[in-house]
Each structure stands twice: as C-alpha cells, then as structure tokens.
C-alpha cells in the first residue's frame, strides 16, 4: 500500500492568493527617555492647573510669589521638576547602596522640604500635580534614565504647547 502525499490546502481569496494571517497586535516598548518626553507636557498642563486653583486656597502664598519671587508658573514646574529629579535621585542611590554621604543626605532633605513647602504643600492641588510629577520621575529614573540625562531633557523638550 503506498502513501500519497497531499499538499496542506491554503485558504484562497477572489483572486486566488493565500489568505493573510490574522495579524496580532504588538506591546511597544518605551525607552524610560520616551517616557519622560511623553509626561512632561502633561505634568506641565496638570501643575499650571494645580497653581490656578491654588490661588485661593489658604496654603496659597507659595504660589505666586512670597516664597518664590519673581518666578512665573514656567519657572515653578521648571524649578519642581529639577528639584524632583535631584531627589528621587539621590533616593535611588540610598535605596541600592543603603547608605549617602552627609551632604548627599541633607542635600535628598532640603529637596524634599523645598518641594513640600515652595512648590506643592500638602492637601493642595499643586501637591498632588507635585505627586504626580515625582511618581513619574521616580519610574524614569529607576528605569535607568540618569539624573543628567532626565535634566537635560527636561531643559530641552518643547512641553509648552
């Protein structure tokens, strides 16, 4: 008794080519730099809101000027985010090692005092745009973006639209 080989029949369209595979979706992958480009824009919308609806809240002297003269509302996110950046830094470097210099210490303190006091107090809706801020930043840099490099970007990318 002998075999015949049989082709695996294709499914054939009108015009007698094979059928396309159902294609599946691809997950992209951001880099934690397109990430961070992506946010700021964002972050930047969220805190000016967060300033505006400040203006009449009883915390309100950090908002415009008392505790940060002469900075506008570009400046305070500009001036936010470096702040963030520095810290969840030098946070990163004390959750691996366990340990920071004396300075690198007071230096992750008066970071985070500056942020809670000059640019976001607590129960405030600048606090939680800062949160937000920090949230992000956080991520980025324990993705393996540098302090450097998240600066850099920050100095550099158009989120003022």
Do not use: C
Request: hydrophobic residues 35%; proline residues 6%.
């Amino acid at each position: 008794m002998t075999e015949t080989y049989k082709p695996e029949v294709e499914e054939m369209d009108l015009t007698g080519l094979p059928v396309a595979e159902e294609i599946k979706p691809v997950e992209v992958v951001k880099s934690p730099r397109q990430e961070f480009i992506e946010s700021l824009p964002v972050h930047y919308k969220e805190y000016l809101a967060a300033l505006q609806k400040d203006r009449t809240a009883p915390e309100r002297k950090f908002v415009w000027g008392e505790l940060n003269p002469g900075m506008n509302a570009d400046t305070m996110f500009e001036q936010a985010m470096g702040y963030a950046i520095e810290a969840e830094a030098l946070q990163l470097q004390l959750d691996s090692t366990g340990k920071l210099s004396e300075l690198d210490q007071s230096s992750l303190r008066g970071y985070n005092n500056k942020l809670t006091s000059q640019f976001g107090p607590a129960e405030t809706a600048s606090g939680e745009a800062l949160g937000k801020m920090r949230n992000s930043v956080k991520k980025v840099i324990r993705d393996g973006l540098s302090r450097d490099g998240a600066k850099t970007l920050l100095r550099l990318t158009p989120y003022r639209e």
